[in-house]
């Protein structure tokens, strides 16, 4: 029945999100996004534990705000079966390429940066990324000293 990804997103993502939610926590609250304005893209700069569980779960906060939802990067190491591939290009992810050598980081990031700048600008698309390469193992969420 998804005629689009924001379907796809409504529809199968929320709804997912939400029944696990439900059968297996005691709840998610927010604050702050009444703060934010409703057609305005922002950049969202997180630790994070579950990169792919974090963004679904903002998104959903998101869409229940009715703000608009992210783009969120996914390190490629992370989506080497096709299954999850496909998931994360109907989650909106895009790609970060790890393990490559000083220059190639280099130019992917640069390549990187100016996507995020059009999906901000031009897109109108807010953008999730993580403060760096890596999820907490040991709940101590530290935030990058450079951020």
């Not at 922002?42 to 994070?48: E, F, G, M, T």
């Not at 903002?58 to 992370?78: E, M, P, Q, W, Y």
């Not at 953008?127 to 390469?133: D, P």
Request: aromatic share 6%.
């Amino acid at each position: 029945k998804c005629k689009s990804i924001n379907d796809f997103q409504r529809d199968v993502i929320r709804e997912s999100v939400m029944r696990i939610l439900k059968e297996s926590s005691a709840g998610l609250t927010t604050s702050g996004f009444e703060n934010l304005e409703k057609d305005q893209p922002y950049l969202y700069i997180s630790n994070h534990r579950d990169i792919i569980l974090d963004t679904c779960l903002l998104n959903v906060k998101l869409f229940d705000h009715d703000l608009i939802r992210t783009a969120s990067a996914i390190g490629d190491n992370l989506v080497q079966r096709p299954f999850v591939n496909a998931l994360s290009k109907l989650t909106r992810n895009f790609i970060v390429k790890r393990g490559v050598g000083p220059r190639e980081t280099l130019l992917s990031s640069k390549k990187l940066s100016e996507y995020i700048k059009t999906l901000l600008q031009e897109e109108n698309r807010s953008v999730w990324i993580a403060q760096r390469q890596g999820r907490t193992k040991d709940g101590n969420d530290i935030t990058e000293q450079g951020v």
